[in-house]
């Protein structure tokens, strides 16, 4: 791997790792606040909220300008979202501001890599991203839950700078300012990225026409490649696939929370350490994925997917935590085996037929609007009076069959379409051997 990739992944880090201790902190600002449960499980929907909105103009941006410095721009917008945060509005419409942040990130972070590295690296470095990626939700999830504990809480809250009122008082509040300093090492890490050489694509600009009719001007193109993507057959079944997936996995983070104060009676500091289980099993997935799988064999893994909506609704029958480790390790496992294949491949085609920011944005798109429309359903449940375990059981039944509906497309595929998919696996297998 090239020494830029390690900068990327250090930067990658830091920043996922704030989010993600943000997250738990954010979760514990409002419950002691006494928010009403729907308003947490609306935490998930918002933050994606921004990455559906402004999906037809983040690729693009990500593609005018080096992606180095898209990432620093887009890490002090998260540091905008703590401070409102910290300073009196209210956590949702905050923490949509980190989303915000979160989805002019995702385009450059994951664009720099077709750029950076050949189609051969790319299933390896996507096991690395990914797997880098779910160590940083495992510490991240494990430092949000215990900076809002009573014993490192009780340390930030003691610290007193002399004439400085920062209006800090609470565990969560400390918790979201220390994580400004995290998002700064993030930034710095974002100044450190190498140019890759490869030319940028400005943004088409009308000097007769304002700047919102500009904005509006790139929403055909935006749809295009959205249309391209879809009818793109092997397109089509990489971007369902990991549309479910991170729709489960974005809202996975919560429901674990919700089942773990249901079924075991956790807190916020002992059910964040159950987060970090899950990702410690989609870490161990992933690896072996990027060890094991090419980009042609990508579309094997799919009934994976059915598999985890049936775990999903088995966390309804555990009642013991030494039962929930294991299990829950399995879950995240096949999640993490399903997604880093079916990521490269659909970082391949999207390369090919569009350009790399556009292609991430058009994934991000329709993977966060997945997470919207899944949070949303689970946040509705819960405030019209379902049990956690209703929900969860309804949310399973929703995930395992939708990715069986996604299989019987792709075998529908296979027949219709048979020489067009194995031109396409074809250039596929031929990428990685060079």
């Given at each position: 791997?090239?020494?830029?990739?390690?900068?990327i992944?250090?930067?990658?880090?830091?920043?996922?790792?704030a989010?993600n201790?943000?997250?738990?902190?954010?979760v514990?600002?409002?419950?002691?606040g006494?928010?009403?449960?729907?308003?947490?499980?609306?935490?998930?929907?918002?933050?994606?909220?921004f990455?559906v909105?402004?999906?037809?103009?983040v690729?693009?941006?990500?593609?005018?300008l080096?992606k180095?410095?898209?990432?620093?721009?887009?890490?002090a917008?998260k540091v905008?979202g703590?401070?409102?945060?910290?300073?009196?509005?209210?956590?949702?419409?905050?923490?949509?501001?980190?989303g915000?942040?979160?989805?002019?990130?995702?385009?450059?972070?994951?664009?720099?890599?077709?750029?950076?590295?050949?189609?051969?690296?790319?299933?390896?470095?996507?096991?690395?991203?990914?797997?880098?990626?779910i160590a940083s939700?495992i510490?991240?999830?494990?430092?949000?839950?215990?900076?809002?504990g009573?014993?490192?809480?009780a340390?930030?809250l003691?610290?007193?700078?002399?004439?400085?009122?920062?209006?800090?008082?609470s565990?969560?509040e400390?918790?979201?300012f220390?994580l400004?300093?995290?998002?700064?090492?993030a930034?710095w890490?974002?100044?450190r990225?190498p140019?890759?050489?490869?030319?940028?694509?400005?943004?088409?600009?009308n000097?007769?026409?304002s700047?919102?009719?500009?904005?509006?001007?790139l929403?055909?193109?935006?749809?295009s490649?959205n249309?391209?993507?879809?009818?793109?057959?092997?397109g089509?079944?990489?971007l369902?696939t990991t549309?479910?997936f991170?729709?489960?996995?974005?809202?996975l983070?919560?429901?674990?929370?919700?089942?773990?104060?249901?079924?075991?009676?956790?807190?916020?500091?002992q059910?964040?350490?159950?987060?970090?289980v899950?990702?410690?099993?989609?870490?161990v997935?992933?690896?072996?994925?990027s060890?094991?799988?090419?980009?042609?064999?990508?579309t094997?893994?799919?009934?994976?997917?059915?598999?985890?909506?049936?775990?999903?609704i088995?966390?309804n029958?555990?009642d013991?935590?030494?039962?929930?480790?294991?299990?829950?390790?399995?879950?995240?496992?096949?999640?993490?085996?399903?997604?880093?294949?079916?990521?490269?491949?659909?970082?391949?085609r999207?390369?090919n037929l569009?350009g790399?920011?556009?292609?991430?944005?058009?994934?991000n798109f329709?993977e966060q609007?997945?997470?919207?429309?899944?949070?949303?359903?689970?946040?509705?449940?819960?405030?019209?009076?379902l049990?956690a375990?209703?929900a969860i059981?309804?949310?399973?039944?929703?995930?395992?069959?939708?990715?069986?509906?996604i299989?019987?497309?792709?075998?529908?595929?296979?027949?219709?379409?048979?020489?067009?998919l194995?031109?396409?696996?074809?250039?596929?297998?031929?990428d990685?051997?060079?």
């Amino acid at each position: 791997m090239k020494r830029g990739f390690y900068t990327i992944m250090s930067a990658q880090f830091f920043s996922s790792l704030a989010d993600n201790a943000l997250f738990v902190a954010a979760v514990e600002l409002l419950r002691s606040g006494g928010a009403p449960e729907w308003q947490r499980a609306a935490l998930v929907p918002m933050f994606a909220l921004f990455y559906v909105v402004l999906a037809p103009f983040v690729g693009a941006f990500a593609d005018a300008l080096p992606k180095g410095r898209v990432m620093f721009f887009s890490n002090a917008i998260k540091v905008i979202g703590c401070l409102m945060m910290l300073f009196g509005s209210h956590p949702l419409l905050a923490y949509a501001v980190v989303g915000l942040g979160a989805a002019a990130y995702s385009p450059a972070k994951y664009g720099i890599l077709t750029e950076l590295l050949p189609a051969s690296q790319l299933v390896k470095a996507n096991g690395w991203i990914e797997g880098l990626t779910i160590a940083s939700i495992i510490l991240g999830v494990l430092l949000g839950g215990q900076l809002v504990g009573p014993t490192v809480s009780a340390v930030l809250l003691a610290v007193d700078l002399p004439g400085v009122d920062l209006g800090v008082d609470s565990a969560p509040e400390a918790a979201i300012f220390s994580l400004i300093a995290v998002y700064l090492v993030a930034a710095w890490f974002n100044t450190r990225i190498p140019q890759t050489g490869v030319e940028m694509r400005p943004l088409r600009q009308n000097p007769e026409r304002s700047v919102a009719a500009n904005a509006l001007a790139l929403l055909p193109d935006f749809w295009s490649c959205n249309r391209r993507l879809w009818k793109d057959k092997l397109g089509q079944i990489s971007l369902s696939t990991t549309t479910l997936f991170w729709g489960v996995s974005g809202n996975l983070r919560y429901i674990v929370l919700a089942w773990s104060a249901a079924a075991l009676g956790y807190g916020t500091t002992q059910a964040s350490s159950l987060v970090g289980v899950v990702a410690i099993g989609t870490a161990v997935g992933a690896v072996l994925a990027s060890l094991r799988m090419r980009l042609d064999m990508a579309t094997r893994v799919m009934p994976l997917g059915i598999g985890m909506g049936l775990l999903v609704i088995g966390m309804n029958f555990i009642d013991n935590v030494w039962v929930a480790v294991p299990f829950l390790i399995l879950l995240g496992g096949l999640g993490g085996f399903l997604v880093v294949p079916m990521n490269a491949l659909l970082q391949h085609r999207g390369h090919n037929l569009m350009g790399s920011g556009r292609s991430i944005a058009v994934q991000n798109f329709n993977e966060q609007a997945c997470i919207l429309g899944l949070g949303g359903f689970y946040s509705l449940s819960t405030k019209f009076g379902l049990s956690a375990f209703g929900a969860i059981t309804a949310f399973g039944v929703v995930v395992a069959g939708t990715m069986w509906l996604i299989q019987r497309w792709h075998a529908r595929n296979a027949v219709e379409h048979r020489e067009e998919l194995e031109h396409l696996l074809q250039i596929a297998r031929q990428d990685t051997q060079h």
